[in-house]
């Protein structure tokens, strides 16, 4: 079995069941699976599938890249004896796109989202026996109107684009709860004051139970609270600073989160009926406020420059779906010892345990939601609703601090004059800032902005290392705030007209992308040939960077290499191609800080 830890490590529970290994699986490219009913259980199919990889994956055992759009799964399971009397949950991390569930032959839900977990009650369908679970997915493989991202509606991948994934991506797993629980916990820091507000949603009858929560840092119990419920919710600010200057970041970072010290608190929450545990959780928070100020971006109230790499999350034989959880760790590490302190996850919302890990190292993280490449009502449907999920499952990790809900205009292709998809950016923005108060929000990262916390430019016009005059010309352009506003990356608006910049911090978001294969193939922005070339090649354009006046932080393309596109810092397989403590030391040279 792959993937074997617990996949939601930020609300775990300590009973649960992995059914990630092998599946049964088949194609149904005729459309018969529902008329010959499939999801009956005397119903076999024909193929094997190890989940939770996609049958595009060599990693799936299929490895076929071909257009299917509507696939099957099905597996036998045994549900615990000690679980009879619980109401049983069915959880996907993931499944991309449009899902529907079947236990034992009957149909128990569906969900229509191919990057954001669900849960199914399945108490009621199973015979505690040997139970069986059938899963039906339709990802349409052309279609542009969804949230696709960089999965190309092109049979073939090319340029910028990558294979497909259809199906079960993220792990499947049952876990047992009583009829009262807890289903979700919210905590938001109030850095100023060093508190945490707690925000609490339970299922079932909760009046009369006691809600113990127990606060933890560094293994030491910190606080300890105990409720007993009257009403139907819970929402109780913690004081966590206790008076103590060393606990907040005067003297050094205290017990605060950031990069360079990711100090987390620990907390487990229990419902107790009398002596009887319902329910118990752990989880964890990180007290942090990020802000614009000034023209500059602040964590925790002081000025923070981030230098951000483009990462993909893709893997060669796996796709999306990283081989194990120490990829996760792998990539941050690689990441941190060249000098980067965060990653923007492009096109893509990355496994929860990819946060977790980027929550315990310290390392920034900006979310963003795979696009459409067309506007149209179903557009504006799919993307929001994948929106109020991603958010529901994420807002607890500290290390995500900025939203990137549209990229470079995808989705909304006509923004420059077109009212309707105007008014979705400012929705869109102004959505995330309702359900998150927390986080900044760009609303369209590269150009064609409406309102937005951070002017998130794209550049890859720097030229070849002897096209002098277009290095000079992009160099020139990145030095002053009203240069930058004037240009047109990609022959765009930094601005939607009618838009104005309102003194945001300016970031170069996109930049780089040098080809560089040792092998002299594949597709980059622009190629050199040799390391030393690769080397000199980044200096320069961190050097154009570092001599701006007003840009704030920058995101450099690209982690890794990608398919035939040849231009990460590492290759595909996460090998270094040039020396990563020389890329270091360009990143952390002194340059100007603080925009004036």
């Not at 993931?94 to 034992?104: I, L, R, T």
């Not at 194990?324 to 345990?353: S, W, Y």
């Not at 090649?537 to 006046?549: L, T, V």
């Amino acid at each position: 079995m792959y993937r074997k830890e617990y996949p939601r490590p930020e609300f775990k529970r300590n009973e649960w069941l992995n059914l990630n290994g092998t599946w049964e699986f088949s194609f149904d490219d005729d459309q018969i699976g529902d008329e010959e009913k499939w999801f009956e259980s005397n119903i076999h199919l024909e193929q094997k599938i190890e989940v939770p990889f996609c049958f595009q994956s060599n990693s799936s055992g299929i490895a076929d890249t071909s257009y299917h759009d509507y696939v099957w799964y099905k597996r036998d399971f045994i549900v615990p004896s000690e679980w009879a009397g619980k109401e049983i949950m069915l959880n996907f991390g993931a499944v991309d796109y449009h899902s529907f569930v079947y236990v034992n032959g009957s149909f128990v839900g569906e969900h229509i989202g191919g990057h954001t977990p669900f849960s199914l009650n399945i108490s009621r369908f199973l015979n505690f026996k040997e139970d069986q679970i059938t899963v039906k997915v339709y990802d349409p493989s052309k279609d542009e109107r969804i949230p696709r991202g960089k999965q190309y509606w092109h049979e073939e991948s090319a340029a910028i684009w990558y294979t497909r994934t259809t199906g079960i991506w993220q792990t499947v797993w049952l876990e047992p709860l009583n009829t009262t629980s807890l289903t979700n916990v919210k905590f938001t820091s109030d850095f100023d004051q060093g508190m945490v507000v707690g925000e609490y949603l339970f299922e079932g009858d909760i009046s009369g139970k006691q809600v113990t929560t127990k606060i933890y840092y560094e293994g030491k119990l910190i606080i300890e609270d105990s409720q007993k419920m009257h009403d139907t919710s819970l929402k109780k600010a913690y004081y966590l600073f206790d008076y103590k200057v060393d606990r907040s970041d005067y003297h050094g970072q205290g017990w605060t989160w950031t990069p360079e010290t990711p100090n987390l608190w620990d907390v487990v929450i229990e419902i107790l009926d009398e002596e009887k545990s319902l329910d118990k959780v752990e989880t964890y928070f990180g007290l942090r406020k990020v802000h614009v100020q000034d023209g500059m971006i602040y964590l925790n109230n002081r000025p923070f420059y981030q230098k951000l790499v483009l990462d993909q999350g893709y893997w060669p034989d796996s796709l999306m779906t990283a081989p194990t959880d120490d990829d996760f760790i792998k990539d941050i590490k690689l990441a941190k010892e060249m000098g980067f302190n965060g990653c923007r996850k492009h096109q893509k919302v990355e496994d929860p345990r990819f946060l977790y890990w980027a929550d315990k190292l310290g390392f920034i993280v900006w979310g963003e939601c795979a696009s459409p490449s067309v506007y149209s009502d179903l557009t504006v449907e799919r993307l929001t609703n994948e929106w109020f999920e991603i958010i529901n499952r994420d807002y607890n990790h500290p290390c995500i601090l900025t939203w990137v809900p549209i990229n470079e205009s995808w989705g909304v292709p006509e923004i420059s004059v077109d009212k309707k998809q105007q008014h979705f950016s400012q929705a869109i923005y102004h959505l995330l800032h309702s359900l998150d108060s927390t986080r900044l929000v760009i609303s369209n990262d590269g150009w064609e902005m409406t309102e937005t916390d951070i002017c998130g430019v794209h550049s890859y016009v720097h030229g070849n290392h002897d096209e002098h005059q277009k290095y000079q010309e992009f160099k020139d352009v990145l030095s002053t705030r009203e240069k930058i506003l004037k240009s047109q990356p990609n022959r765009r608006r930094i601005y939607c007209t009618g838009f104005e910049d309102r003194y945001s911090p300016v970031l170069l978001t996109e930049f780089g992308g040098i080809g560089f294969d040792a092998e002299g193939s594949g597709w980059g922005y622009t190629k050199v040939d040799n390391e030393n070339n690769f080397i000199k090649d980044y200096e320069r354009i961190i050097d154009a960077i570092f001599s701006s006046e007003v840009i704030n932080g920058f995101c450099y393309t690209q982690l890794t290499d990608v398919e035939q596109e040849k231009n990460g810092l590492l290759t595909a397989n996460r090998e270094a191609k040039c020396s990563l403590e020389k890329i270091k030391k360009i990143n952390l040279r002194w340059h100007a800080q603080i925009i004036k």
